[in-house]
């Protein structure tokens, strides 16, 4: 064998590896893109973002949000990831879809206006939902089936107060869902059963609301999902990029 056979056969030895490795490499790659692309089609199927907008949900979503800014300019505004397939139970936080006409997309989100409400569900239906305003403490708390509900997400229990248990009647004084109203020396009860594929959804911030404490029990039909993940406003720099991140999944 010559010199230069030997050197060719080592030459395509060498790049016959080299090549192998390549496109290796290249086969690893494809198959992760393909993966990531496939992932984010059928997340994209089951998920969506929406960004919270105002105040009614606080605590729990846009903490930041000062009691004199305006809600639609404001930089605080949390994004939620909502299960389209899910429609929660009681203590899920779910949206509320109350004209699908209205609803906005903007670079993917959907902005949630006064038609597109993000609130929790309370009661479901058959459940027999009370409200007893007590003098003693000058605020309101809900039973379920009789048991008080413990409501550790609220911003305040003194924003349940007097007129907002006179509201709660008025606006669910009704036959459909039995109506009814007692009264004692101590405090006034209000109680209300949950119709058939309804439930009763209110906003952690019970001071400012509109939810079914004003136009009652909303459908299941309404509901467009159940939020599964938020991630807050973070004004710096690597928040932003982290929340731009989260948004690809």
Known sequence: MSNNQAEFKTYYKVYNKKNKV???????ISIVVCFFCITIVCLSVVFFRAQVIGASMQPTFNISLGE???????IYKDIVVVNRFQKGTNGDIVLIDKSAEDIEYSG??????EE???KRIIASQGQVLSIRYIDEYGYCQYYINGELLNEPYIKSQYDMNEKYFE?????NDNKENNFQIEYTNSYKEASITIGKNQVFVLGDN???SEDSHIFG??????IMGKVVY???YDESLIGALWQEFCSLF
């Open 108 to 113: 993917g989100i959907i902005s949630i206006k």
């Open 68 to 74: 004199n800014e305006n809600p639609e300019t404001s």
């Open 217 to 222: 029990p909303v459908n299941i039909d309404e």
């Open 22 to 28: 390549l496109n290796s490499i290249l086969t690893a």
């Open 206 to 208: 019970r001071g400012n």
């Open 116 to 118: 597109t409400l993000i």
């Open 230 to 232: 938020y991630y807050a």
């Open 167 to 171: 509201l709660f009647c008025q606006c």
